[in-house]
């Protein structure tokens, strides 16, 4: 009988890639017929893991014992890597030489564990260290730009673009030439939301993928089929959705490879054209297209957009109180307040579910108190000033906002100030300040972000410094303009080809320090190009236009406006119901009744009230007696033409 060993070292030598189970048949024999046999022990653990059985390839080394254990470093890593647990990979990693380390093997697979753990930014530096060193396999350097696009796509995706250099984050022609590079650069540029452009990259990838004659047609269909689903997406985003809907109909979801990219696939398959669906049904189906083994995960940034459509369905489904048990635990075991975009969502879909879905006043009184029990919650706070902005009462939603920043300008931790200068959340003070026109708190807040963000060295937030260079450009102060020109002058250090930057950098210190903007001056287009075409004359004869200020808000009703010169209606004059022509009329007629002269009164009672009045009645005199022993006095009445005294007695006849 053959030595096995012998058999192992005969078929090694003859053996090609397709002959593992060969190998694996002949490593067995070798290590029953000898169980030291280190050699036929490593050999075993090769073809398990050309086999893709990373699990038995574990076992074969942890049976070997530590001298195993020790040789197949590398291995043994690699298979944790590939059955997901990545850091028992990378501790494994960290116990090899440091030769071994330093070789380009155990580097690229250092790569791709952070790659996978989702340290982006190691895996950018170590693919960049690789790419610059000594010439590698044939074909590596290609490996080397796909894998350096898709890591730059991933940083892209989680806000950290502004790490990288100005020229890997614009895709170039370079990457049109293979199905790959072109894949992975419409990645990131949808990663940054440029999706027309995604959509061109897309199509060169699909077609270079189908014209490939070094693929079998397999091989090509497992390449089409992810290129094809991220096609849709981008189609559903550029908003053609019966496009969207076309593509994913030709796409044969089960026959995707990969479980990640299977279940983004239906995901997106699910989300084109919810509306009228039974919420039910699409909530079981979703369910049940999004479940994940234990090995095969999402990246986080996928994760997060499922668990968030997961919400929408239950919220659609009415399931409230789930949704705002589960919201409520997952914000409470976060840190907070925190600027994290998943955990700000997750405020969101809590606020609905508390409102059961409600808007406008109502929603607002169902959250003002659930405001109170977590006054961190950032998501939760600007839904509450999205809602008092929606019904046109943006006061008391400032006055919660600014309430909410002075807390964590006097919060004593750190991160509180990566929160409070977050530049969404200035994004919304600076648009709530300009919305009362409140010009000069504009300006304040902006200075104060401007400043934080100056101090900072890795982080960065260009759009928020661009915004307040511009603003304290257009002050009248000294200060104010020299912040700006500090602020310009950091984003001019980070890249030239930023015109804006260097423009503001130029109008910043024009008038005080001109030795500083002399280098920037070529860049910048000449003032008798920009003027060449413009009509001096005539913009001088049109005049100068102002700019209209944003007018305060208020409930009042505002004043109609008068296009012209109105005229006033008149009324047409009433006249009396017996008006005769050329009648004179009454001249008593503007007189009460009863004091015209043709008035005559009713009765007995009626006359005698008549004739005691002033005007032609009887006028009655008074007179005072005084009573006896100074008891007082009482008034009495004389009457007219009676004559007093005796009466005269007639005489004698």
Known sequence: MANPATTLTSLLRASTIQDHDEILKAANSAIKASKRDTDAQRTRVVALLKLDRFDDALR?????????????????????????????????????????????????????????????????DAYRHLFQGSAGLPGEENDLKINLLATAAQLEWNGLGYLLAQDERQPSRDHLEAFETAYNAASTCIARADFTRASVFLKRAQDLCEASEDLSSDEKKAELLPIMVQHAYVLARLGKEAEAVALHKSIATSEIPEAPTRAVAQNNQIAIGLAGRNPFLTQRLFQSATKLSNSDRLFEYQASVLRRNGFALDLQAQKFDGVGSSTSKQILRNPSPTASVETAGLGVISAAAHTHMQAGTKALKEILPLLEKRPADIGLLLTIIQLYVQTQNPGPALSLLEAFLKRLETASTPNYEDVRFAPGLVAVTVALYRLQGRQNSVRAELAKASTYWRSRSKESAASLLREAGMELLRSSSADDIASAGETFEKLAAKSEKDLIAVAGLVASFANNDYAKIEPYLQSLTPVERLT??????????????????????????????????????????????????????????????????????????????????????IVREEETLELVGGAGAVKVEKASGVQGGKKKKKGKK
Not at 76 to 105: H, I, N
């Open 60 to 124: 074969a080394i942890a049976e070997g014992g530590d001298s195993l254990e020790k040789e197949c470093v590398f291995e043994k890593s690699y298979a944790l890597y590939k059955s997901g647990q990545l850091e028992d990979a990378e501790a494994t990693l960290d116990t090899a030489s440091v030769t071994s380390r330093s070789s380009r093997a155990f580097r690229h697979l250092a790569a791709q564990i952070a790659y996978r753990a989702e340290k982006f930014s190691d895996a950018a």
């Open 532 to 617: 060449a075409g413009a009509n001096t004359q005539g913009l001088v004869e049109a005049g100068v236009v102002s700019i209209p200020t944003s007018a305060l808000v208020t409930k009042k009703r505002p004043a109609d406006s008068e296009p012209g010169k109105v005229t006033k209606r008149r009324r047409k004059k009433q006249l009396p119901k017996n008006y005769e022509e050329g009648k004179q009329p009454d001249p008593e007629r503007w007189l009460p009744l009863r004091d015209r002269s043709t008035y005559r009164p009713k009765g007995k009672k009626g006359r005698k009230r008549a004739q005691e009045i002033t005007q032609g009645g």
